[in-house]
């Protein structure tokens, strides 16, 4: 992230989309297992909605101060099963050391200015087997006075995730989801051009679009939608990381 800061407004507002977050999850839940590392972890809003029995260890990597004192202090509260570690950093203040069976990026690698460096750096920390996980919005015709306003480089498509496969690694899957949300996206972008959605449009995405996503996005074999899912897979080559440094991380 440029400056590690960012508008936190969006963050509160979409912490609303309770239904948005549950059907994402359920698709990304399989690859949440093991240590797993989640990259700009923010208020740690998705955070507690992840964690699952099968999670061992749970470390947020923020690189906002402020962010993270923040989720410091809700991971307090939080119960101890699934109380996650907080640090302040990026990926590239880890050390060698640390390895992980799922490293996730949710709405996050649009922000950061070399991505390419970023999920090679990351593919370092995964282990043999283990899982890079990229949820991001789709499609830069979409991208809209919102996008710029929060501090995004970018949108995808599920080419151009793919043209940042680090070495090592292979896709295991990319799809998109939300293929109704993408007509809200698409009038926003060309009718509304707005910087931020209000509460009620957020509320009319979540509580009626959303729900028919689900449906339509099985029906359209996720070929269609307005965010855009890749999952890399370590093969366990020497160019994806050493296997004795993911042996001595517990």
Same mark, same amino acid.
């Given at each position: 992230?440029?400056?590690? =800061?960012?508008?936190?407004?969006? !963050? ?12 994402? +999850? ?68 880890? =050390? ?6 799922? +490293?996730?990026?949710?709405?996050? *690698? ?21 899982? !890079? ?16 306003? +929060? ?8 080419? =151009? ?21 993408? !007509? ?6 060309? *009718?509304?051009?707005?910087? !931020? ?46 296997? =004795? ?6």
């Amino acid at each position: 992230m440029n400056d590690h =800061s960012y508008l936190g407004q969006e !963050l509160a507002l979409f912490a609303q989309a309770t239904r948005w977050k549950s059907y994402w +999850i359920s698709r990304l839940r399989p690859f949440i297992r093991g240590a797993v590392l989640e990259v700009g972890a923010g208020l740690g809003t998705n955070t507690f909605l992840m964690h699952n029995e099968e999670v061992r260890q749970w470390t947020c990597l923020e690189p906002d101060v402020a962010m993270a004192g923040q989720l410091s202090r809700r991971a307090e509260q939080a119960p101890k099963e699934c109380q996650p570690r907080v640090r302040t950093g990026t990926i590239s203040s880890l =050390s060698g050391e640390e390895a992980f069976d799922a +490293i996730l990026y949710i709405d996050v *690698l649009e922000h950061i200015e070399n991505d390419r460096a970023e999920l090679a750096c990351a593919a370092r920390h995964l282990r043999d087997g283990g899982a !890079l996980v990229v949820l991001s919005p789709a499609h830069p015709w979409l991208f809209s006075p919102f996008d710029q306003a +929060i501090g995004h480089y970018r949108r995808y498509t599920k080419a =151009s995730l793919a043209d940042l496969t680090p070495a090592g690694l292979r896709i295991e899957q990319a799809f998109y989801l939300d293929s109704v949300g993408l !007509l809200a996206s698409a009038a926003n972008r060309l *009718l509304l051009r707005q910087s !931020l959605p209000d509460a009620r449009q957020l509320a009319f995405w979540d509580k009626i679009l959303v729900p028919l996503s689900r449906m339509m996005d099985p029906i359209l074999g996720c070929r269609l939608g307005k965010t855009t899912v890749c999952v890399w897979r370590n093969t366990g080559t020497p160019a994806g990381h050493n296997q =004795s440094l993911a042996s001595s991380t517990t």
